[in-house]
């Protein structure tokens, strides 16, 4: 072979491998997402969860490209992109790799986005009805985000920062869950009349385990790859490392609190609790030390656990915790940039003008998620109906919605 | 370190390292096509589908190693080629990155053609019958179809195109399959005298649901990887999104047809659809626009759905639709290339030389496979058979070829 | 894009880059132990061996940030490493990839010692006292044995050669397990008074599968990554074969033996015989001949079986064969080095030197892991106590430990 290629072409395809096997782990917690929401649920729904599961990425992909995309990164206004429709105008190369393989990387945050709603509404939510919000979040509600944040809208120009989407994906998938839950309602059973609550166990640990350890192994593409670019080596190790940190401490601290709470180290809260260091690290996770990202990660499994029991109290019913753990902890990461970024923190002597910034951007976000999902859910919900009947939640969607047993063979409690 | 490597060794390592990862990836389908199967049979015979999906890539390595690649990729004459038997007198290099890298990502599309018999045959073929087929397969069959498509022979130097393998890969299998379950006939209580059609469902619907997902997360190795090149950042680009595109589109479509079927959005159809997207888009997907990718898939989709439903009236039984997947969508998409190629192409006035060749080479692709997986399939069917006792059949091929339960410890019902 | 890159950046980041990569599909590897281990022990201790599984790798993330890689590539002496805790003062790169990257490559590594002895413990260990054990494992016990190999210690200036793990990483995790499960006993009802033993079938054959796929997948990380470079691509690809080569071989020969030994092909011992071959071959496999892997790979399996059995007859209990499979076939592997190195080895004319210095680091390694964890579980097991009591034993640690049921919508059999 001769030396036929450029510098400039050996840097493009680093890039583009870089990118594109980040891509292909974020497109892997699609599956993750799919095991912990099956899990984390009873066995007569787990076919319909993840069937859900896997149309929202389905219809990410027809929708991200037909739509999505112009609005997420079209030229447009300081509110939303208007070019782009269908990939057609596209520039070839975007950021320095193949446009077609920049979008592919955020087809999968967008699937991120709308799974994430899916398990709050778990058990419960129709299936023709998950079909058409997802879609909305997908073309509209994710993308006008992105746009603000990501697409060189509002916030983008006035320095807000979240590198790789506690906010822009995890906030917004979660919120979206919050409000859909609050449409819907909590599950049949999970609260009784004298204001006490009934635990509803998922029906597979290993099946929760599973996709918890594929979504930490997929963030390794999720935060490292929002570099966009394979040639910043340091700036990629630290990322990695510091959402490894965050992961790690979140877990731990998350049983240590669990164990003090219930007496005995529960494993459901420990799950969570590196999930939501996982989503409070992925916006600061460029500009921060290690100590910061054992803080943040901390800070993130004290949110997932009281988040859990206050949601719970107030009968918000999210049966796999999507709430505290994407919400919440989304909301926590946004905020830590503005307190640990190592030159504009407040804690690191930058003073108080990124902590505000990204206070106002996250309730900008918060109001624009909570007013588009109401009038979504609601709409839906006085429309076509959003929840199953009584009877087919308790005989379970998988018969309901799909007339199928997810374990045909399998003897189940009756009341499972 | 000093500037010690020159820009030929540095475009080397980056084709090696997109090359093995691609490799790892085509892999990792071989739990894919395991879970996949698996979850779509009956408990009882999860560990024997499980144990023959281990097994015939085991012995691809092996058999790959001392055979199949002379075949493949050896120098010989039109039909097959005859050196390099256990990799001995290999160049350093082909195609710009080490032999051995090559070797392997060779090996690992041999793994996937062994595997896609294993499910159309699943429930009832004799494990010693199985071994001795899958060495035949990944050393004879498969090998010399490789060899006239992309070791150069007759039908690389005629101009038939199969990008990534829905021909070579997919359609031998799927054939493979097909002559294997007529030999075999259909799994006890089926088919019933009345003429009627008893569904099997399979015993977990999130097993099949994980393969799904990692055959599809394997499959950015498969088609991206057929490039044997990191260097080509946009070609790599354009086909993982068109492979994604026909994925989507594949189970979006199935699901709508399944649902105006039979009232219900059915799971398993779903499935098959993503996976029929993949299987045709593989050989186009180098040289297929985007809307063309996303007319492929649906065809796909339709082409698997019905399929299904046909081979289910002529009493073809293949428990987890691994002819209507990989058989008939190999076909339709080698066809496709002939259709929509961008230069080539009959619908892009590329005429009907293309279509023609690609015609010819299937043809002769099924003529080869059904004769001698005929003569392998029955040899062993008259000899020491390739199905197992009835009474092992219902006890199931677990207990009856392994000794074992796959799941000791639940409570199973009583005809499972 | 300007020609701002020097051809030292890009070195850095491919290296970089393959390093990660390498590194997350040895994270990975946590998914696969966790699956392999919940697969072969009971649905009652499921939850729980899952639990320890991410905790290990969670403590060993902040151990080993603290104080295990000082320890293991701090500058120090002969036998261990003294700088370097909490990272600090660490040089920015490290074999040409950034500290960070390597750091956690490394801190991959040792989360697979760690998980390595959950296995042989499996099922009757105190869970406060796994995560004390664990934690010592991660920070002293693994680093200072890689500090003699691979951190520059007495071991690597004899010209001790263990490319990547076979004993620092598996048989020091494996030889750890065979005193813990000395020092814990064996399980309540698998050795019977008369002298007889009782199989205790693992839950779930296709999570036990699941896990060795992974874990296979994951070792194209493991071995391949530790040339710590993407540069090397021959010898890259050379890892790879022999790697899969080796699994594969380990597969057959163990499945065959075991064929003949209890006349059915046994999917336990095949399992196994993979995994023995991946074990094996880790430390020669950069610096043998394919047909060297094949013999590797040969006696690993048959070590694996005779292992098993043997170790059953002194009634060392061990539930899922961590030690046949990582003590003694890495002890294997690291003699494999002195026997078939291809310019060192006595079989290759390299005289007794190597397999001499690979006999006395061996004896080392076993001496301290054997002293050091002797030490650690006999003073755990006389003061807070090591074992869970009969009571618990008998119901599972499931609900002893974590008050919770991993299956709670199936039926189990009552003494599962």
Not at 35 to 56: H, P, Y
Not at 162 to 176: L, P, Q, R
Not at 261 to 271: A, E, R, V
Not at 378 to 393: D, H, N, P
Request: charged share 10%; net charge neutral; hydrophobic share 50%.
């Amino acid at each position: 072979m001769e030396n036929i290629f450029s510098i400039t072409e050996i840097v493009t395809a680093i890039d583009t491998i870089w990118v594109l096997v980040a891509a292909f782990l974020v497109f892997f917690m699609q599956l993750g997402f799919g095991m912990l929401e099956a899990g984390f649920t009873r066995a007569k729904n787990a076919g319909n969860i993840l069937m859900k599961n896997l149309m929202d990425f389905c219809i990410a992909s027809l929708g991200y490209w037909a739509v999505g995309f112009a609005l997420m990164y079209g030229a447009g206004n300081a509110f939303m992109g208007t070019t782009f429709f269908f990939l057609n105008g596209i520039e070839e190369t975007k950021y320095g790799v193949p446009t077609m393989a920049f979008w592919f990387f955020q087809l999968a945050f967008t699937g991120a986005a709308a799974t994430i709603v899916a398990g709050a509404m778990a058990e419960r939510t129709k299936f023709q009805a998950y079909l058409i919000y997802s879609l909305v979040v997908s073309i509209v509600i994710y993308p006008i985000v992105g746009y603000w944040v990501w697409g060189g809208g509002w916030l983008a120009r006035m320095g807000y920062i979240d590198f790789a989407g506690s906010s822009v994906v995890h906030s917004v998938g979660g919120i979206a869950g919050l409000i859909g839950t609050i449409a819907l309602g909590p599950r049949l059973g999970k609260y009784n009349s004298d204001g006490s609550t009934n635990t509803i166990p998922g029906h597979s640990l290993p099946l929760a385990m599973l996709g918890m350890f594929v979504l930490w192994f997929g963030w390794f593409g999720f935060n490292p790859g929002s570099t966009l670019s394979g040639m910043q080596s340091g700036l990629i190790a630290r990322i990695v490392v510091n959402t490894n940190i965050a992961a790690a401490t979140g877990a731990v601290i998350a049983m240590i609190i669990g164990w003090l709470q219930t007496k005995k180290p529960d494993i459901g809260l420990t799950i969570n609790g590196a999930l939501a260091g996982l989503v409070a690290i992925t916006a600061p996770c460029a500009f921060v030390t290690l100590p910061a990202a054992f803080l943040i990660g901390a800070v993130a499994s004290v949110i997932v656990v009281y988040g859990t029991f206050f949601l719970d109290k107030i009968r918000v019913d999210d049966p796999v915790g999507a709430v505290p753990v994407h919400a919440l902890c989304g909301i926590w990461g946004t905020m830590a940039v503005g307190l640990f970024h190592e030159t504009n923190g407040l804690l690191y002597g930058g003073g108080w003008r990124q902590l505000g910034v990204q206070s106002l951007g996250m309730i900008a976000i918060i109001g624009w998620v909570v007013a588009t999902t109401s009038v979504l859910f609601f709409s839906l919900k006085y429309t076509m109906g959003l929840r199953v009947s009584a009877a087919e939640e308790s005989i379970g969607l998988d018969y309901g919605e799909h007339a199928v047993n997810a374990y045909p063979d399998s003897k189940t409690s009756s009341l499972s």
